[in-house]
């Protein structure tokens, strides 16, 4: 038999890596961040579990790295639904209705996240990470802001910190609520993005998290640094 050639490598290298993501995402989110092991992420991946450390440097690196994974592809999934639209304003409804919906529809899994963001290692800087960034700050320009520089930092600090409001053990506040003031504070819309009233009762949680992790498909173009 030959020998693998260099590319075939780096797929099969790729496809561990996103399945040990998408285990992370689903055994948080079912179990806790505490009862979630590394041996259980590998196990549930179908990896070695070798592997984990060889991609990840611990279990709070990968856990980021794999909800910032979940709220790239998800807000990327909000901004190119259809009807597709150029409108700054629309996209910039979609992004915070995205981002409010995980929380909603996610708590233990977006609660740890919050949780780990807090600890002494603190915000992962990792490649899923930049992407979303880069999703935010081009709704932040598409909108219209004249410093990307300082409203896209704002944007993700009221995002995140209503993220938290919303999933305080015991005095959580109503995500429409929490949606209105930053539509308010941002002049949208009622109607835009996906209202309340729109949405199935009790949410629209989808258990099938397959699409946000490309186990079959060539790895997306690394971001700009």
């Known amino acids: 038999m030959s ?17 040990l993501l998408q285990a992370a995402v689903e055994l948080v989110g079912e179990h806790g961040y505490d009862a979630t092991t590394l041996g259980a992420i590998a196990d549930r991946a179908g ?14 690196r990968l856990v980021q790295s794999a909800v910032h994974r979940l709220m790239h592809r998800t807000l990327q999934e909000a ?15 979609r992004a915070i209705d995205a981002i409010l919906g995980l929380a909603r529809d996610r708590p233990v899994l977006m609660r740890q ?21 880069q ?7 598409r909108r219209g802001s004249a410093d990307v520089d300082a409203d896209y930092p704002m944007l993700r600090a009221l995002l995140m910190g209503a ?37 199935p009762p009790g949410g629209s949680r989808d258990t099938d998290l397959s699409r946000f992790f490309a186990t079959d498909r060539r790895p997306e173009h690394p971001p700009e640094r």
């Open 79 to 93: 901004l190119e639904r259809e009807p597709c639209t150029e409108d700054g304003r629309e996209r910039l409804a």
């Open 135 to 141: 999703l935010l700050r081009d709704t932040v320009a």
């Open 47 to 60: 990896a070695a579990r070798g592997l984990v450390s060889y991609y990840f440097p611990g279990k709070r």
């Open 113 to 133: 996240h919050m949780a780990g963001i807090l600890e002494a290692e603190g915000f992962v800087q990792c490649p899923e990470q930049q992407r979303l960034s």
């Open 163 to 199: 993220v938290y409001a919303a999933l305080v053990p015991g005095a959580p506040m109503p995500v429409p609520v929490l949606r209105a003031e930053l539509f308010k504070r941002y002049r949208l819309d009622w109607d835009m993005g996906l209202p309340p009233e729109a949405q």
């Open 3 to 19: 020998p693998r050639s260099a590319s075939v490598n780096e797929e099969l290298r790729r496809r561990s890596r996103e399945r």
